[in-house]
């Protein structure tokens, strides 16, 4: 069912096969995901065809300096037939919610998404509303274009479970863009793949893929080595372990597998710690990066060999 699925994204979104693959890994998570790249690279498409191929419902959240947290929650409105208040609820209210150039919304809108990705619920005017399942929020934010945007806070950074970057296509791949795209958008006559009500399922077998302790420790070696490097002002919550440790779970029942080997592990570090870490301002004047400092950690940590 994941290679159905999987290729029926494919249908649609070119090339993106990886990109593709993160995001299910949210969604067996419960988790959420920031994509980061320029414009035009297919983010939308993206989160729209993930949303189709499992029959979710969607909705899309322009991010403007003058957007209000009751854009995002919506907000109670006074019925003149009825005499009384109603809650007309806002398009967080979704299974699948894309929200575009997040970090042109100033600190106050953005915190609204706090509650929502963290405790799958919504508080207004005193009254708590859960959220429908699955809830996944798809953020997205250009990082060459940086005028009047505000740097997300570490609080709400660390509550996405991955970072991803679309990249380029392919010369070939682009190719076929050009010629799928051409006449019409496959996306409106694109199929589900699969339910929403597989995903419970998916879900539950992802919290039994198996971890040897040997594969555990090398995680947390992972992780708790952020913490004690000099290039890094802030290392990796214990948050981020419990994401690095789902995510390798979900990547493994992804490959077939029902036990996480190492280089799911090595695999996952990047696009889940990459966003968590913050570099100090010697690191910075060096020009290294959040990328370099992984790629150093995952070549200095000792790797079990015998983990199955």
Known sequence: MFDGLLANIERVVVGKSEPARLLVVALLCEGHVLIEDVPGLGKTLLAKTLAASLDCSFRRLQFTPDLLPSDITGSHVFNQQTAQFEFRPGPVFANVLLADEINRATPRTQSALLEAMEERQVSVDGE???????????????????????????????????????????EDEEALILSRFASNDPLPELKAAAAREDLDDWREKRGLVRVTDDVRDYLLRMVRATRDNPDLALGASPRAALALYRASQAWALLEGRDYVIPDDVKKLAPPVLVHRLMLSPAARLRGASADSVIEELLGSEAVPVEAE
């Open 128 to 170: 708590t509303m859960p959220l429908p399942r699955p809830f996944l929020v798809a953020a997205t934010q250009n990082p060459v274009e940086l005028e009047g945007t505000f740097p997300l806070p570490e609080a709400q950074l660390d509550r996405f479970l991955l970072k991803v970057r679309m990249g380029y296509p392919e």
